[in-house]
């Protein structure tokens, strides 16, 4: 079943709440971690700017794969993508693992790196047996529509969170040059652990694009209205005429999932919302691009100034979150926010999890910058309500098959998805990798189920609380864990 369609409303009507209080406050003058914006309704602003960080490089290519056989990372923008370098098959008793097919690098002005698929797993007869046919398909190219560009490309559009960054004030020559400065300055913190996680852990579950059209100035006949003011700290565009572009230029095969616009301009102008806006010029934009992006893509609340609302990260009481954070009181997230439990916002009004983190203070790269466990868990249940499962395809197809050489499940991510084997119902590997070499195996003449549960093996660092169906929690239990079933017949 394809949630998209059935749970975007929700997630319209969760930005238009009442009662989630405006955030904006006299700002700090350059230098300290301000705060201010606003988080009103629709929208959710950044704190005032704060300490200069520097401005980073453009990507680098992706590297190798490694010696597990993964594939190499997507290229970076303007950067070389490397193909992942397939792993050596295991010697002696037990089997070796394939290796999976390096990931195409995205060519932002680069090369895209080619797939390389690992050495054949060899093993003895056995219970399980791991291996098989080497590393999994490679990643096709993505379509970003005639006007798009791969910024990254990790899969299916159909099973990947698809976000699309619409450019506003960019002339043709800067399309090339300012605009992909300002994405790969962006993509570099998005990518940084561990201010950027939990994306860097996801990453080859989020495909990324960047609309690129030629435009005037913002702040004046830009094609997408663009400009904001010093007062508000607020960006604004014409929503309607990006969402037309990005619905015109799109493939109809993609179906967008996270939208945002960044604007050609240096001032601390930002605005969260189902279309996220952020000036890529500024020198803290990339923290800017993070913080709006939790309040338009994860519904997460600002937590400065009087921090109400009725979003996972905000607290009306000191003592009891009322099942937002209970199960992470306590818990040192290091590195990251550190200890975590009631820290009163102003006035004592309201109370976050954290000391500090990204949905607080978003400047420099001080660790406590991050995204704090309540906020990373929420991102996650957000990005399996879209992922509807851990594989992209099962081979040979799920059902009866008569003496397979091999069953398997190409995961998504062989590093963030386990596979569970079982045959007649007994686990014959708990975490045996994404192919179960069946010929190998020395199972007995007959009929034998086969089953693979695909699970995330995110552990209690990440992910604690999935009961109910609050903060999109129900999708842990629908899609972040799997099962494929084969009826094989051994002659």
């Known amino acids: 079943m394809n949630f998209r369609t059935t749970a975007l409303p929700l997630i319209a009507l969760t930005l238009v709440v009442p009662g989630v209080a405006s955030c904006t406050v006299e700002a700090t003058p350059d230098g300290g971690a301000g705060t201010g914006g606003a988080s009103s309704g629709a929208m959710g602003g950044t704190p005032a700017n704060g300490g200069g960080s520097g401005t980073g490089g453009a990507g680098i290519g992706g590297s190798a794969g490694s010696s597990g056989g993964v594939g190499g990372a997507t290229a970076g923008i303007g950067g070389v993508g490397v193909s992942g370098a397939g792993a050596t098959a295991g010697a002696g008793a037990t089997a070796g693992a394939g290796a999976a097919g390096g990931a195409a690098g995205s060519a932002m002005g680069g090369t895209a790196g080619s797939a ?51 450019a506003d004030g960019y002339s043709e020559a800067e399309l090339t040059t300012t605009l992909d400065e300002h994405i790969a300055v962006a993509m570099g913190k ?84 189902a279309l996220m806006l952020w000036s890529g010029g500024n020198r803290d934009a990339a923290g800017a691009a993070l913080h709006e992006g939790g309040h338009g893509f994860h519904q997460l609340a600002d937590e400065y100034a009087d921090c109400r609302s009725n979003w996972v990260n905000n607290s009306s009481n000191n003592t009891d979150s009322g099942g937002k954070w209970n199960d992470w009181i306590d818990y040192d997230q290091d590195p990251g926010t550190g200890m975590q439990g009631f820290f009163g916002c102003t006035g004592n009004s309201a109370y976050r999890p954290s000391d500090n983190s990204m949905m607080n203070s978003l400047f420099g790269d001080d660790p406590d910058t991050s995204f704090n466990p309540v906020s990373r868990e929420k991102m996650i249940m957000d990005i399996w309500r879209i992922v509807e499962t851990p594989w992209d395809s099962v081979d040979p197809p799920a059902g009866a098959v008569t003496s397979p050489t091999a069953l398997t499940v190409n995961v998504i991510d062989p590093a963030v998805i386990n596979v569970e084997w079982s045959v007649d119902g007994a686990v014959v590997a708990a975490s045996g990798g994404p192919t179960y070499n069946v010929g190998a195996a020395g199972l007995p003449p007959g009929a034998h189920e086969v089953t693979a549960r695909a699970y995330d093996n995110a552990g209690t660092d990440l992910v604690r609380q999935t009961t109910g169906t609050q903060y999109n929690r129900q999708y842990w239990g629908m899609n972040a864990s799997q099962t494929v079933t084969w009826n094989v017949t051994i002659p």
């Open 190 to 273: 998005r990518f940084r652990d561990p201010i950027g996680q939990v994306y860097l852990r996801y990453r080859n579950f989020v495909n990324i694009c960047v609309l690129k059209l030629p435009s005037p100035p913002i702040c004046g006949s830009s094609i997408f209205g663009c400009c904001g003011d010093d007062e508000s700290r607020l960006a604004r565009c014409n929503e309607s005429d990006v969402n037309a572009a990005l619905n015109e230029n799109r493939p109809e095969s993609m179906e967008i999932d996270w939208r945002s616009t960044v604007l050609n301009g240096s001032d601390w102008w930002n605005t969260g919302a």
């Open 116 to 166: 390389v698929a690992g050495a054949s797993g060899m093993g003895v007869a056995g219970s399980f047996v791991g291996g098989g046919a080497g590393g999994g398909p490679a990643v096709p190219p993505l379509d970003c529509g005639e006007n798009g560009v791969v910024v990254e490309n990790h899969g299916p559009p159909s099973n990947r969170v698809n976000y699309f960054i619409a």
